[in-house]
């Protein structure tokens, strides 16, 4: 089968969330089962400062109304996936990768020029799988206004409900070169204003979201971000399918970033030496005390504020507690009032550090996910791969990732006391059922979270969109 992935983001080119993250592990693992898979990328700035050594194999125009754009193409080969790069300094040379004014611009761009790749290199992909808005509009282009005589498939996969790549009516025009009547039809058209992940999920043949759980969510009112009647309009067509982990990065066997390897069958030597290690690095020496880390952007999203309200009772329970991560300041500045308050016992790393992130996997006993809402969510399947319990709210991929008291911990209800009853319960564990806190530990570590069950579901889905 031939598959073309379309997206802003894959590994190990770039990557700003899971998205990246995605694109990539799906595409090798249908890659290592014979299919033949291409992605086509922006080439931003750091793509192209990290990566000079990429091919240049072209270059045509693309026209969006009155502008004529040049469209530069270059191609990679990275672990047998074809990765094609479209260059534009006007859309892609800046230090960022979103957060722009033009937004809405550069993936129209993107879009038009991801199809004149498609055609100019004679792809004709079975499956073209677009992600998230700054592909959607895709499905549009290839079925109103083809470059080729063969019938396309689409799927769409939903990353990030939130982002919708909203664009006035006329913007179908001025930059897609479509008539306005695709937006007075509906087919566009999502409170008042063109929304290109709306689009996507109205002209593609199958769409996916990333685990059974936040697809029903996806479809209520209350956790869909407004979608769910649209979504509802597709229901038989929309699927959830879990995300799986790179395994081959996060395996506490062979991982050169933390001090000791380890197993299902050697996991207590190896979790203590990297638990030595870990409060080493941050100053804490109370080395028998249950050690709950935190590897998440600090947002109201992940929780974060329900662990700084627990924290102090986690301290008064004798706990020490790790946290990596940047994002919303008064968080940021709560977690280092917090570890300025009890540097004994809290270590805090504001922005981001990928070894210490493994690290943090490993030392750790406890993982806090206490998220308000999570697609699916990558931290608390790492944690289980190192032995680490997660403890997390029942919400989206959390639910189907998480087996209470089989292989982590969960609470229903964002609220403080929720929490605090689960916290307790996995102390309870810690201090005083060792035996259970084992098993628990052997059980996450002998999950399946490979990306091979996820991919077979997938090449099952695209034959269904074929057929």
């Known amino acids: 089968m031939r598959i073309v992935n379309v997206a802003s983001e894959a590994n190990p080119l770039v990557k700003s969330g899971g998205l990246g993250d995605v694109v990539y592990s799906l595409s090798r693992e249908l890659a290592n089962a014979d299919h033949e898979v291409s992605i086509i990328l922006p080439y931003f700035k750091s793509v192209k400062s990290k990566n000079p050594g990429a091919e240049y194999i072209g270059y045509d125009y693309v026209d969006m109304s009155w502008r004529h754009q040049y469209v530069g193409i270059f191609k990679m080969v990275i672990d047998k996936i074809n990765y094609y790069l479209i260059d534009n300094e006007q859309y892609f040379g800046r230090d960022g990768l979103y957060g722009y004014d033009d937004d809405g611009e550069r993936f129209a761009y993107f879009a038009l020029a991801s199809q004149l790749v ?158 030595l290690a870990l409060l080493e690095e941050f100053g804490i020496k109370d080395v028998d005390a249950p050690t709950f880390g935190i590897v998440s952007r600090l947002t109201y999203q992940k929780g974060v504020d329900l662990v700084i309200q627990n924290a102090l009772h986690l301290l008064y329970r004798g706990a020490n507690i790790i946290i990596l991560g940047s994002g919303e300041y008064g968080l940021e500045k709560a977690v280092q009032g917090l570890r300025d308050s009890r ?94 806190l084992k098993e628990m530990i052997k059980n996450a570590m002998e999950l399946d979270r490979s990306w091979v069950g996820s991919m077979q579901k997938y090449v099952a889905l695209y034959k269904e969109a074929i057929s």
């Open 343 to 436: 540097p004994d016992k809290v270590g805090v790393y504001i922005g981001y550090s990928d070894p210490l992130a493994h690290r943090i996997y490993a030392g750790c006993d406890f993982f806090l996910m206490p998220s308000l809402f999570e697609p699916c969510g990558i931290g608390q399947i790492v944690a289980q791969r190192y032995g680490t319990l997660p403890i997390v709210r029942e919400t989206g991929g959390l639910v189907d990732t998480v087996h209470p008291e089989v292989d982590g911990f969960s609470f229903a209800y964002y609220d403080v006391f929720s929490m605090r009853a689960v916290l307790d319960r996995a102390l309870d564990v810690y201090y005083v059922e060792q035996p259970k």
């Open 118 to 275: 498609i055609h100019k290199f004679g792809l004709k992909p079975d499956i073209v799988h677009v992600h998230d808005w700054q592909a959607g509009m895709l499905p549009v282009l290839m079925r109103v206004r083809p470059m080729d005589d063969w019938r396309a498939h689409f799927v769409l996969t939903i990353h990030n409900p939130a982002f919708k790549g909203y664009l006035y009516r006329d913007s179908l025009g001025d930059l897609y070169n479509l008539s306005t009547e695709l937006y007075d039809n509906g087919s566009v058209r999502f409170e008042g204003m063109v929304s290109t992940l709306k689009a996507g999920i109205y002209f593609a043949d199958k769409i996916t979201t990333v685990s059974p759980t936040h697809r029903n969510e996806l479809l209520t009112e209350e956790f869909s971000q407004g979608l769910c009647h649209v979504l509802e309009f597709r229901k038989d067509d929309f699927v959830g399918i879990l995300n799986g982990v790179d395994v081959v990065e996060f395996d506490p066997e062979h991982d050169k970033r933390i001090k000791e390897n380890y197993s299902s069958k050697t996991f207590e030597k190896g979790k203590r030496e990297d638990k």
